[in-house]
């Protein structure tokens, strides 16, 4: 059973930073996308970036400006998205998923949460400006 465990959300104060973690189980790692997407209230779902622990590659969306860098300890299965920075707007709950790891998906990952097949329950991100 494939299992993804978000954690590392919180209430922080705009300027501040958090890292969220994704923790994997029952799915090979390498063989995977691993995407970050947050939802707003009242927004629709958005990828915030992906990455693709087979070559090291990452996708950010153009709002992340720099602000988030995501990476992976493929020992541990976890997936990693350092947040900077942070601003009111980022108030969100951020969810990891995953994907089979395609050329099509690492290059459209971030607009593909529909086809993303394993999705983590979320972590809280709240940010008081």
């Known amino acids: 059973e494939v299992q993804l465990v978000e954690s590392g959300g919180g209430l922080v104060q705009a300027g501040g930073s958090l890292r969220l973690s994704c923790a994997a189980s029952?799915?090979?790692?390498?063989?995977?996308?691993i995407g970050w997407f947050r939802q707003a209230p009242g927004k629709e779902r958005e990828g915030v970036s992906c990455?693709?622990?087979?070559?090291?590659?990452?996708y950010y969306a153009d709002f992340v400006e720099g602000r988030f860098t995501t990476s992976t300890d493929n020992a541990k299965n976890t997936v990693y998205l350092q947040i900077n920075g942070l601003k009111a707007e980022d108030t969100a709950v951020y969810y990891c998923?995953?994907?089979?790891?395609?050329?099509?998906?690492?290059?459209?990952?971030?607009?593909?949460?529909?086809?993303?097949?394993?999705w983590g329950e979320g972590t809280l991100v709240s940010v008081s400006s």
């Open positions: 990455i693709s622990s087979s070559d090291g590659s990452t």
């Open positions: 998923a995953a994907e089979q790891n395609t050329a099509f998906m690492r290059l459209n990952c971030l607009d593909s949460y529909d086809d993303m097949d394993y």
């Open positions: 029952g799915l090979t790692f390498d063989d995977h996308v």
